[in-house]
């Protein structure tokens, strides 16, 4: 079954450090979406990206976060400079169609921690 | 606003008993609804989603769900749990209204006894 794969499964940074997340969606998916969950609390939508530009992002989503599809396969989030608060599980998940007739598949994460 | 309201944080049932995770939704459009699993170090596992028309859903796992519009409700529900079923459990809503965003609730945690 295909599924959402995320790379790395954990990374640690030091604060003020750019990391980028990566992603690799169901291949015919057309929609990528970026989650996170910060520990002992409830997992809070990103961004969700379509056709090559940002379809709707969250005010978590601030000018120090960016997303990107490089080629045909991958999705990134890229953290600019990483604060502590940024320390989190980010998810990736991809759909066919629009999330509010379709489902979201999701990756196993990646676990940030900002030192 | 809108909201997703898990109200349990932990449930703890013995292995063999009927299992009830609640979950309500504030939404000014329709919703779609969802459940989700997360067991520990995996991701986020579709169990069982509504869009529209029979209010009772089946889902993978021997899980159910049921959407009740007068009492804003999906709960979901399990006849028989097992040890396996020990995991964290998402509700989620979605609307066409908000775009893409799915809303979480804050997840219930499911520990099973034997």
């Known amino acids: 079954e295909p599924e959402v794969t995320q790379t790395p499964s954990h990374q640690v940074t030091q604060m003020g450090q750019e990391v980028i997340l990566r992603c690799v969606p169901i291949?015919?998916?057309?929609?990528f979406y970026w989650y996170r969950q910060i520990l002992g609390q409830k997992v809070e939508f990103l961004v969700s990206?379509?056709?090559?530009?940002?379809?709707?992002k969250s005010e978590i989503f601030d000018d120090q976060f960016s997303v990107e599809r490089p080629d045909g396969s991958n999705f990134t989030l890229k953290i600019r400079s990483t604060k502590l608060e940024d320390s989190a599980m980010y998810f990736c998940?991809?759909?066919?169609?629009?999330?509010?007739?379709?489902?979201?598949?999701f990756g196993p994460g990646t676990r940030l921690t900002v030192l | 606003a809108q909201s997703v309201t898990q109200p349990d944080i932990h449930i703890t049932v013995s292995e063999g008993a009927s299992l009830e995770l609640r979950c309500n939704y504030s939404?000014?459009?329709?919703?779609?609804l969802f459940w989700y699993v997360q067991s520990p170090g995996q991701g986020l596992q579709l169990l069982l989603k509504?869009?529209?028309?029979?209010?009772l859903v089946q889902g993978i796992k021997g899980f159910e769900a049921e959407f009740k519009r007068s009492q804003s409700s999906f709960n979901l529900r399990k006849p028989s749990v097992h040890w396996s079923d020990a995991a964290e459990y998402f509700c989620?809503?979605?609307?066409?209204?908000?775009?893409?965003?799915?809303?979480f609730g804050k997840g219930t945690s499911l520990l099973v006894t034997p």
């Open positions: 990206f379509y056709n090559n530009e940002i379809s709707e």
């Open positions: 291949s015919n998916h057309l929609y």
């Open positions: 989620a809503v979605g609307a066409v209204k908000s775009g893409y965003a799915l809303n």
């Open positions: 998940a991809s759909s066919e169609v629009l999330a509010g007739v379709d489902t979201q598949y």
């Open positions: 509504y869009f529209s028309g029979d209010t």
């Open positions: 939404y000014g459009a329709t919703p779609y």
